[in-house]
């Protein structure tokens, strides 16, 4: 997935729920309902998160230091781990307590705000205006997913991508539209019925659905804090551009890691033909290094040990190769 990509997808949304909260907010003072309010803090939440992957896109460029010698890649998992986080509390937690607030108001005879305001139709336009803006956002993430999503399910590469930007935006329009339809419902039936639990039920369904997204997004998140390996058809190609090289006969064992969506350090022991002059082994290191970082450009950081094959040698089962995709 390019980052440019990335960028056009969080931009999109940015935009989009600056737009949308803001009209949340108009159309709540006018008619107080419970639904409204949920999903204007909701869209400033997505808004704030939006901002936040820009930031941590921007500092994760930065340059490698004595400090941080494999450079500052995982700050675009901070980022995205910190927007969980702010998803839970602010737009899922606050959710939930307004659902709860509005409940007691009704349960104890409070005047519904919405039945008897003259602008009962405001959120019914607001809330459509909305599901149009958020599928246009909802597109552009789509569209720029599926550049490199290829032919894999969307579970499966939410689960497997290595950068966040797109399964968070992804994951947020879509709870973002799931939430609008649910204001939608609890306004909408309140005004059919006069019945102001409606609104309680849909404010509560936006919360629930949004600490679920949070914590899908938090668990996703911590795997890639935490350290994942580059994928099977990477892994091939490193092993296979390491094999190929002369005077390489076969990888006995290896390991790689994501420092950053676009950045894999690997590390592998080599078996290499026997030979008794030093520039014979470092010729072919060096070629081995090369054929990698050809094969492969994310490959940011390579260490090679080498060892003497011996004949009575039983290497390490090697990683499965990735079979060829079919077309």
């Given at each position: 997935?390019?980052?440019?990509?990335?960028?056009?997808?969080?931009?999109?949304?940015?935009?989009?729920?600056?737009?949308?909260?803001?009209?949340?907010?108009?159309?709540?003072?006018?008619?107080?309902?419970?639904?409204?309010?949920?999903?204007?803090?909701?869209?400033?939440?997505?808004a704030?998160?939006?901002a936040?992957?820009?930031?941590?896109?921007?500092?994760?460029?930065?340059?490698?230091?004595?400090?941080?010698?494999?450079g500052?890649?995982?700050?675009?998992?901070?980022?995205?781990?910190?927007?969980?986080?702010?998803?839970?509390?602010?737009?899922g937690?606050?959710?939930?307590?307004?659902?709860?607030?509005?409940?007691?108001?009704?349960?104890?005879g409070?005047?519904?705000?919405?039945l008897?305001?003259?602008?009962?139709?405001?959120?019914?336009?607001?809330?459509?205006?909305?599901i149009?803006?958020?599928?246009?956002?909802?597109?552009?993430?789509?569209?720029?997913?599926?550049?490199?999503r290829?032919?894999?399910?969307?579970?499966?590469?939410?689960?497997?991508?290595?950068?966040?930007?797109?399964?968070?935006i992804?994951?947020?329009?879509?709870?973002?539209?799931?939430?609008?339809?649910?204001?939608?419902?609890?306004?909408?039936?309140?005004?059919?019925?006069?019945?102001?639990?409606?609104?309680?039920?849909?404010?509560?369904?936006?919360?629930?659905?949004?600490?679920?997204?949070?914590?899908?997004?938090?668990?996703?998140?911590?795997?890639?804090?935490?350290?994942?390996?580059?994928?099977?058809?990477?892994?091939?190609?490193?092993?296979?551009?390491?094999?190929?090289?002369?005077?390489?006969?076969?990888?006995?064992?290896?390991?790689?890691?994501?420092?950053?969506?676009?950045?894999?350090l690997?590390?592998?022991?080599?078996?290499?033909?026997?030979?008794?002059?030093?520039?014979?082994?470092?010729?072919?290191i060096?070629?081995a290094?090369?054929?990698?970082?050809?094969?492969?450009?994310?490959?940011?950081?390579?260490?090679?040990?080498?060892?003497?094959?011996?004949?009575?040698?039983?290497?390490?089962?090697?990683?499965?190769?990735?079979?060829?995709?079919?077309?």
């Open positions: 997935m390019s980052a440019e990509g990335g960028t056009k997808a969080v931009v999109a949304a940015l935009i989009a729920n600056t737009f949308i909260a803001a009209t949340k907010f108009a159309a709540w003072g006018l008619t107080g309902a419970s639904s409204l309010l949920a999903e204007a803090i909701h869209s400033v939440a997505d704030g998160n939006q936040l992957l820009l930031v941590g896109g921007k500092r994760a460029r930065r340059e490698a230091t004595p400090e941080h010698p494999f500052f890649g995982r700050e675009r998992y901070i980022f995205a781990f910190i927007v969980a986080i702010v998803l839970f509390s602010v737009g937690l606050f959710a939930l307590y307004e659902a709860y607030h509005k409940y007691h108001e009704i349960h104890s409070h005047p519904n705000e919405l008897e305001s003259r602008w009962w139709w405001v959120p019914i336009a607001v809330l459509v205006a909305a149009i803006a958020e599928s246009l956002s909802f597109r552009t993430a789509i569209i720029e997913s599926n550049r490199s290829g032919k894999q399910s969307w579970s499966k590469f939410i689960r497997s991508a290595k950068a966040p930007e797109l399964p968070v992804l994951l947020e329009d879509f709870a973002a539209l799931l939430g609008l339809v649910f204001a939608l419902f609890g306004v909408g039936m309140t005004l059919i019925t006069g019945n102001g639990y409606f609104d309680v039920i849909g404010t509560a369904m936006i919360g629930l659905l949004l600490v679920a997204v949070a914590v899908a997004l938090a668990i996703e998140t911590k795997s890639l804090l935490l350290g994942e390996s580059a994928g099977p058809e990477v892994n091939g190609k490193i092993q296979a551009a390491l094999e190929a090289t002369p005077g390489v006969d076969h990888v006995i064992h290896m390991k790689t890691l994501h420092l950053g969506p676009e950045e894999i690997v590390a592998a022991k080599i078996a290499v033909d026997p030979t008794e002059r030093a520039a014979d082994l470092a010729a072919a060096d070629a290094e090369a054929a990698v970082r050809k094969a492969e450009p994310m490959v940011t950081s390579l260490y090679l040990e080498p060892d003497i094959f011996k004949a009575d040698y039983v290497a390490a089962p090697r990683p499965e190769r990735p079979s060829a995709p079919s077309h």
